[in-house]
């Protein structure tokens, strides 16, 4: 079988599948699940062109990962093939344990249990299957191997990964904010005293990188209405697993029926084979053919969640930079439970508060160090001329409620007390 191919990504082109080993990897069932998968999970309801799956980023990000070899290689910084090879499977596989909507549902299918750590298992059961052909991919995914540059290739604050999902995801949405340099990026790259660096050519782009990341994670990730439609999703998957487990009988397939029947949690989710099997079946359309089925269903509240994420009726998000107050939250929550006629313990339905907070840079977390004409290090926030860079370090934290449009208003000084009419 020829396994020379090409696939023809519409953010870099004509992308080769380097040998016919990861050909074999690409095709495996694990993988292939990914295509069904969506990158940034409810974000097409803002922006309707966000419909890029894991499967691209990863196959993107492959792409990048070999421009940065070629790179380093012609740097002379030694790379053996098999470390090429390696560092190639690791950023490809890096995105394996994704589930259903990537991050939306990370802890809502299984408690407490990230996408990280079910990458890993994965890839375990993936080096079983190959003979051990993925030990060192694993080393280096792990941080376990000597050379650190590699790893920080796969995961560090100016990884493929990021310089990946942050091209795609602005080329998908239009949000051309996020547009990097990542070409010119990865010419800058090279390698001293064992760990990854950029010239000091390159610190221009590395300064529009962190840039646009802040800008794509406050217009893009974290927008307000991307967060009530997350939030929606989540609350209407506890819905089910609320009513399953007290013996209501839900449609679903096979694989989401497993997660909804048993409360799957970090402890047994590892001891139990089977999970791990059943998580590999499970992917966004097993997600949006239960939620299109539950439109119809008797509970009033799975019904009115998953109708209004059909129909895109949105909850309405308030967010600022301080937090609401309890006067106002619980007036609110008045106005939601009597508008809907919820029992106290249904409110959180229908009414969500959430901290989100975010930093395009972390100097004390695997800095991004710039090297000068004579070779000396320095952090990109110590190198830089920007006056805002050092800014961008500072986390930024933001308040949030959410809450049906039926329901009245927060005005600037405070809660309108309208009459609310009673479900």
């Known amino acids: 079988m020829n396994k020379k191919k090409i696939i023809n990504d519409p953010v870099y082109g004509f992308v080769s599948i380097p040998s016919g080993f990861i050909f074999d990897l690409i095709q495996h069932p694990f993988l292939q699940r990914l295509r069904y998968i969506k990158q940034v999970s409810m974000t097409h309801l803002v922006y309707p062109g966000a419909l890029h799956t894991r499967f691209q980023h990863v196959v993107g990000a492959m792409h990048l990962m070999q421009l940065a070899v070629d790179t380093l290689k012609s740097k002379e910084v030694s790379i053996t093939e098999e470390e090429e090879a390696a560092v190639l499977i690791a950023i490809l596989l890096h995105d394996i344990g994704h589930g259903p909507f990537s991050h939306s549902l990370e802890h809502t299918i299984i408690e407490g249990v990230s996408h990280e750590v079910i990458s890993a298992l994965l890839m375990k059961k993936l080096n079983i299957q190959f003979d051990g052909r993925l030990d060192l991919a694993i080393t280096i995914f792990n941080n376990q191997y000597h050379r650190k540059f590699l790893h920080q290739l796969v995961s560090g604050q100016l990884d493929i990964d990021r310089m990946d999902y942050l091209n795609r995801d602005s080329f998908f949405t239009g949000v051309s904010e996020g547009v990097i340099s990542f070409d010119r990026i990865i010419k800058m790259l090279t390698v001293k005293d064992d760990e990854l660096v950029v010239e000091i050519k390159g610190i221009y782009s590395v300064e529009k990188f962190l840039i646009a990341r802040r800008l794509m994670y406050w217009q893009v990730y974290l927008h307000k209405t991307v967060i009530a439609a997350e939030q929606m999703l989540v609350k209407a998957l506890a819905r089910a697993k609320e009513l399953s487990n007290a013996g209501e009988e839900l449609f679903a397939t096979p694989a989401l029926s497993h997660f909804l029947r048993n409360k799957i949690t970090a402890d047994n989710f590892e001891e139990d084979p089977i999970h791990l099997t059943w998580f590999t079946k499970l992917d966004d359309t097993d997600i949006m053919s239960a939620l299109k089925t539950w439109c119809d269903h008797d509970d009033f509240i799975l019904r009115t969640l998953c109708s209004k994420l059909m129909k895109r009726d949105l909850f309405r998000t308030e967010m600022r930079n301080t937090d609401f107050t309890d006067i106002e939250l619980n007036e609110i929550k008045e106005q939601v439970k009597n508008y809907f006629g919820l029992k106290e313990s249904e409110i959180d339905y ?19 160090k710039i090297a000068n004409n004579k070779g000396d290090l ?46």
Do not use: C, M
């Not at 989100?356 to 991004?368: E, F, H, K, R, T």
């Open 378 to 423: 320095k952090d990109i926030a110590e190198a830089s001329d920007l006056s805002n860079l050092e800014a961008l370090s500072k986390r930024v934290v933001k308040y949030t409620i959410s809450y049906p449009k039926e329901i009245s208003l927060l005005d600037q000084y405070g809660v309108e007390n309208k009459k609310v009419k009673v479900n």
């Open 350 to 368: 229908f009414f969500y508060h959430q901290v989100v907070q975010n930093s395009a840079y972390s100097a004390g977390s695997s800095p991004i």
